[in-house]
């Protein structure tokens, strides 16, 4: 079955430091959504991307698609204490009813 | 207020007693979903439903059962037969066709002992 991975699993970072997360998938994606989750928290979703080599960004968080949909990225710049928390990607496959979640990335911030 | 909603926020039970989690929406989504978390790992399917009446199990879905009798509810029964009951469970709703965003109830952290 389609399988999602994330990279790092945890990430301790300097405030002002930057951070990136990588998702791989095994099959091409039609989209893939991005996740925050905070400590004690419940998953808050961030952003979709549906286009081959789409970029967004909201702030200082830059999302990528890569070209052949298989893989995406999410990097924030000059991290802050705010940002701690565990960030997931889910990737959906044509025609299938669900979305795969990666296991996520916890990201720590030392101020 | 939309959103989805959760009850209750903590659950305690004894060991052999089947449990009920409550989930509404009122965002008018098609299809809803249940997750399992334990701590410090991933979101692992349980169960999902794209329509009323119809749901399909997820990639954990032995001792546990679910219902979709309605658009807005979709209530997950935690059997005596799932070994490890334990967990936070999270129920989450989307759009459906062409919208796969997911919005995320409060969770329910369930303790059996």
């Known amino acids: 079955g389609q399988q999602v991975m994330q990279i790092p699993q945890y990430q301790h970072v300097q405030e002002g430091e930057d951070f990136t997360t990588y998702c791989n998938s095994s099959?091409?994606?039609?989209?893939i959504q991005w996740y925050k989750q905070r400590p004690g928290g419940h998953p808050v979703f961030l952003i979709q991307?549906?286009?081959?080599?789409e970029v967004k960004k909201q702030k200082r968080l830059t999302f990528q698609f890569g070209e052949a949909k298989k893989n995406s990225s999410l990097h924030i710049t000059a991290t802050q204490t705010t940002d701690v928390g565990t960030y997931f990607c889910?990737?959906?496959?044509?025609?299938?009813?669900?979305?795969?979640f990666g296991d996520g990335t916890t990201l720590t911030v030392k101020p | 207020d939309g959103g989805i909603t959760q009850s209750p926020k903590y659950l305690f039970r004894k060991e052999g007693q089947n449990v009920t989690l409550s989930c509404e929406q009122n965002?008018?989504?098609?299809?809803m979903y249940w997750y399992r978390q334990d701590p410090g790992q991933g979101l692992r399917l349980i169960y999902y439903s794209q329509i009323v009446n119809d749901f399909q199990k997820g990639d954990i879905a032995e001792g546990y059962s679910v219902s979709r009798e309605k658009k807005e509810s979709f209530p997950l029964t935690v059997t005596s037969a799932q070994k490890n009951p334990t967990a936070f469970y999270l129920c989450?709703?989307?759009?459906?066709?062409?919208?796969?965003?997911?919005?995320f109830g409060p969770g329910t952290r369930l303790t059996v002992t």
């Open positions: 889910a990737g959906h496959v044509t025609n299938a009813g669900k979305s795969t």
């Open positions: 989450a709703s989307s759009a459906g066709t062409y919208s796969y965003e997911q919005y």
């Open positions: 991307l549906v286009k081959s080599g």
């Open positions: 099959t091409t994606l039609s989209n």
């Open positions: 965002l008018n989504h098609d299809a």
